[in-house]
């Protein structure tokens, strides 16, 4: 195994080595890298589906049982016009995510994956299937590096504050179009969305479960406010703390090549998926593992 640092708070690659279903040390070894470098990158990997879920399966023994992504398995009704999400009827733990030249829509926001379920998940796993031939890139961000830099009394005023996550929030901006074309004929559909995933709220400074490091848990994609704070109040503070993960000394950023794998911590960092590569095609398939209680 070769392994490559990309930043300097987060990010390796790692050569030379294959993601082996037979290999004994496979989830721990695997399990290691990712607590140690928060998102790990996989060269090479060139696998089909059936061998992605057979992988995820395998690192569920040290990660997290295997999740199905709400809001596009063939379990549960799917929200169709809200996003680019794909749905595989043979593979349901897999989010198919397509762009092309018909897609004007992206989450080209820094954000951490489904905080607004009261489990957030630990860990996703992204395969690259195809990339445009410039750009394309994923950035992360270390949220424990972020934490560390603000000064000690905006450390003692964020300690016990817990922030609210909404599904809804996220279609927002460019994809407020698809909300309302979704659930504006269809209040039904969007009371039993509200009820099945109701607002939730997580701390906004977390210890992590598995690492004990203390990072900033709260994203512009899904956060609506801090509990007990105005809007107006919870809306200055957070657009402050939702400017960090832009810092580029917090961040590595990923060039993409097909048959590459990625692995990162869903609870220490923060993602941007760089839209800079229209009217190409970029297809991307995602795993996330079961959530954890915060």
């Given at each position: 195994m070769k392994l490559?640092?990309?930043?300097?708070?987060?990010?390796?690659?790692?050569?030379?080595?294959?993601?082996?279903?037979?290999?004994?040390?496979?989830?721990?070894?695997?399990?290691?890298?990712?607590?140690?470098?928060k998102v790990v990158f996989f060269k090479r990997q060139h696998l089909d589906q059936h061998q992605f879920v057979e992988v995820a399966k395998a690192l569920s023994t040290s990660l997290g049982a295997v999740d199905i992504h709400p809001f596009k398995s063939h379990r549960d009704p799917i929200v169709r016009g809200l996003s680019p999400l794909q749905p595989y009827s043979e593979y349901p733990e897999i989010v198919g995510v397509y762009h092309d030249e018909s897609t004007t829509r992206n989450i080209n926001r820094w954000h951490s994956d489904l905080t607004w379920r009261e489990a957030p998940p630990f860990a996703s796993i992204l395969?690259?299937?195809?990339?445009?031939?410039?750009?394309?890139?994923?950035?992360?961000?270390?949220?424990?590096?972020?934490?560390?830099?603000?000064?000690?009394?905006?450390?003692?005023r964020i300690q016990e504050m817990r922030v609210v996550?909404?599904?809804?929030?996220?279609?927002?901006?460019?994809?407020?179009?698809?909300?309302?074309?979704?659930?504006?004929?269809?209040?039904?559909?969007?009371?039993?969305?509200?009820?099945?995933?109701?607002?939730?709220?997580?701390?906004?400074?977390?210890?992590?479960?598995f690492t004990g490091e203390t990072v900033l848990f709260t994203n512009q994609v899904t956060a609506t406010h801090v509990e007990g704070m105005s809007i107006e109040e919870s809306r200055e503070l957070l657009d402050e703390l939702h400017r960090l993960?832009?810092?580029?000394?917090?961040?590595?950023?990923?060039?993409?090549?097909?048959?590459?794998?990625?692995?990162?911590?869903?609870?220490?960092?923060?993602?941007?998926?760089?839209?800079?590569y229209w009217p190409h095609q970029r297809k991307v398939e995602r795993i996330t593992f079961e959530g954890v209680t915060l």
């Open positions: 490559t640092r990309l930043g300097t708070f987060l990010g390796a690659v790692v050569e030379d080595y294959k993601l082996d279903t037979a290999d004994p040390d496979l989830a721990l070894t695997v399990r290691e890298l990712l607590l140690k470098h395969r690259g299937l195809v990339m445009p031939p410039l750009g394309g890139n994923t950035c992360w961000a270390d949220m424990a590096s972020a934490y560390k830099s603000l000064d000690d009394s905006t450390k003692a996550h909404n599904w809804a929030q996220s279609f927002q901006g460019d994809w407020a179009q698809g909300f309302q074309m979704v659930f504006g004929s269809n209040p039904e559909l969007l009371k039993d969305m509200n009820e099945k995933y109701p607002p939730c709220s997580h701390p906004l400074v977390l210890t992590h479960p993960p832009a810092r580029p000394e917090f961040q590595c950023r990923f060039a993409w090549e097909e048959g590459d794998i990625a692995l990162w911590d869903n609870l220490a960092t923060q993602h941007y998926p760089v839209a800079d």
